[in-house]
């Protein structure tokens, strides 16, 4: 029987079906083929079969960095040396668990790292796997469509929505692992708030005086005392400030950078984003929207 590898040139690879089986398929032929400790060597880009890993860790670096070049006969994953490249589809329909949609999330996030690690020259291999182990896990034994990463999400959009409180949220959290004792979820809302900016989901927290005067950034990110009305940066308690440097305000700011590269990640969203350069009416006395005057 010949085996399917057509899979392994897909670059869009978290919204295809075809990478996620042929993938799925692939790390089980290589299952028997672990050494003693249970690593095998790695065929992503970037560990070009140099490094080995566990398996589970193999499912991650070939999602994101794709498969490498060349490794036509898979001779350290379970391919005899003689064996036939061939095109026949081969492998199971559904794989290890069922395709998440964050599978789609996580693929328009590395896709744009990675552009950046081929121009630069870096890697960031680990930077996503925490979100990888989320999303492998299932949120509870038996629930293999639903990540706990996937989960969590839509928890942390629901605080949004409805304005929860952090308090609340980690109430909320306990109510769960108290009601569903083997569920796999993070234990309060500052464990998810980290996992939440891997996804490029953060923030910047800037200090702001107490009077709105100014900003304690970039010059004035030492200071104490705000540089216009001399207002104490920190909350006092008699007088004193408390053991605790607690601010008195403070600017949550999401730069603009990584907004605008999240933006052009997705395919959808990049189309949106240059619509007012490529949109324009043809027809020079139509005005169909304001992109088209010569105000614009």
Not at 161 to 168: E, F, G, H, Y
Not at 192 to 204: D, E
Not at 260 to 268: E, M, Q
Request: with cysteine; hydrophobic share 35%.
């Amino acid at each position: 029987m010949t085996i399917d590898k057509s899979w392994t040139t897909i670059r869009r690879r978290g919204s295809s079906n075809e990478f996620w089986n042929g993938l799925q398929h692939f790390l089980q032929m290589a299952k028997p083929f672990v050494n003693d400790r249970g690593f095998i060597k790695c065929p992503c880009r970037h560990c070009l079969n140099n490094a080995s890993h566990q398996l589970e860790d193999l499912e991650s670096h070939i999602f994101r960095n794709s498969f490498m070049f060349g490794y036509n006969q898979w001779i350290h994953h379970g391919e005899p040396v003689t064996a036939n490249v061939g095109t026949t589809v081969a492998g199971p329909s559904g794989g290890i668990h069922e395709r998440d949609e964050m599978f789609d999330v996580l693929d328009d996030i590395i896709s744009e790292d990675a552009d950046e690690d081929a121009v630069g020259g870096s890697s960031s291999n680990d930077q996503y796997d925490d979100l990888f182990a989320a999303l492998r896990s299932e949120l509870y034994h038996g629930v293999s469509s639903f990540s706990s990463l996937n989960f969590l999400v839509k928890l942390m959009h629901l605080k949004v929505l409805n304005k929860w409180t952090n308090k609340s949220f980690d109430e909320l959290l306990k109510l769960l692992k108290l009601a569903f004792p083997k569920i796999d979820l993070v234990e309060s809302y500052y464990e998810a708030k980290k996992l939440m900016t891997k996804m490029g989901l953060g923030y910047s927290s800037i200090h702001v005086c107490k009077n709105d005067c100014a900003l304690f950034w970039k010059e004035n990110s030492l200071k104490d005392t705000c540089p216009v009305c001399s207002e104490s940066r920190w909350k006092l308690q008699s007088g004193k400030r408390s053991g605790k440097n607690v601010p008195h305000k403070v600017l949550r700011y999401f730069p603009v950078g990584p907004r605008l590269k999240r933006l052009f990640a997705t395919s959808k969203t990049a189309k949106l984003m240059w619509w007012h350069s490529t949109g324009k009416s043809k027809d020079n006395d139509v005005m169909r929207h304001p992109v088209d005057g010569k105000s614009w």
